[in-house]
């Protein structure tokens, strides 16, 4: 495939007909970025050659134009000296170099129109790439995004059933806990009424010696 062919195969348009056949997105981005690089590199190479022979063409122009005028100067010094001779050979000559030259620049218009083109195409190429470069930030940064999204909602998820659970746990503990102080309030309420029944046994205990003592002194009372 020639490079014009290449270069002009290589367009924004063509790469979003590449995204619309399906596939990884960002591969097809990658390939086609290394598309258009190689592109812009043999295009700057065939630029360089371009201006190079543009360059040679040109001297070798400036060169005939030089060599016609320097002809006309002679042909002039002969006829002006009587030579017509020579006077004709110097205008043979100037003849030749003036179709030399005219020739040279044809061709030097050519390859310096081919030169300026190469060099839109140039700045056309690069201005893509970086479009087409931008592009796959913005895709980046976006998948980047969505996949932080997805980190912190997962983590909120995490952080919410780790919640619950401790949650969970801390009633289970707290319940617990007054499972056990009421089992305590219920021993001491028990161990209280048992000392309310003793201290009744013995008041009642008292109360009886009380009375069998005043008997007995009734009773003896009661003999002297």
């Known amino acids: 495939m020639s490079i014009a062919r290449r270069v002009r195969d290589l367009t924004v348009a063509t790469l979003n007909d590449r995204l619309e056949q399906g596939g990884d997105p960002l591969r097809v981005i990658d390939s086609f970025l290394r598309e258009m690089a190689d592109a812009i590199r043999e295009t700057e190479q065939l630029h360089r050659q371009c201006a190079s022979h543009a ?11 030089a060599m ?8 002039m010094l002969a006829v002006k000296a009587g030579e017509d001779g020579v006077a004709r050979a110097a205008l043979a000559e100037k003849a030749l170099e003036e179709e030399k030259r005219d020739g ?9 129109r081919s030169v300026e083109e190469l060099e839109l195409r140039l700045e056309e190429l690069k201005r893509e790439y970086q479009e ?6 913005y895709y980046l940064a976006r998948i980047e995004t969505l996949r932080l999204q997805q980190k912190m909602h997962d983590r909120t998820r995490s952080y919410a059933t780790q919640g619950g659970n401790w949650f969970q746990r801390l009633e289970s503990s707290i319940v617990d806990m007054e499972i056990e102080a009421r089992s305590l309030m219920d021993v001491r309420g028990g161990l209280v009424d048992r000392a309310a029944q003793r201290l009744s046994f ?6 009886e010696a009380l009375a069998q003592l005043k008997r007995k002194l009734e009773g003896g009372g009661g003999a002297s």
């Not at 360059?55 to 134009?65: D, I, K, L, M, N």
């Not at 087409?132 to 930030?137: A, G, L, T």
């Not at 013995?202 to 109360?207: A, G, K, V, W």
């Open 202 to 207: 013995e008041s009642d205990r008292i109360d």
């Open 132 to 137: 087409v470069y931008h592009k796959r930030q």
């Open 68 to 75: 016609a005028r320097k002809r006309e100067g002679q042909a």
């Open 104 to 112: 040279y620049l044809e061709l030097y218009e050519q390859s310096r």
């Open 55 to 65: 360059a040679s063409v040109r001297a070798q122009y400036v060169q005939a134009e």
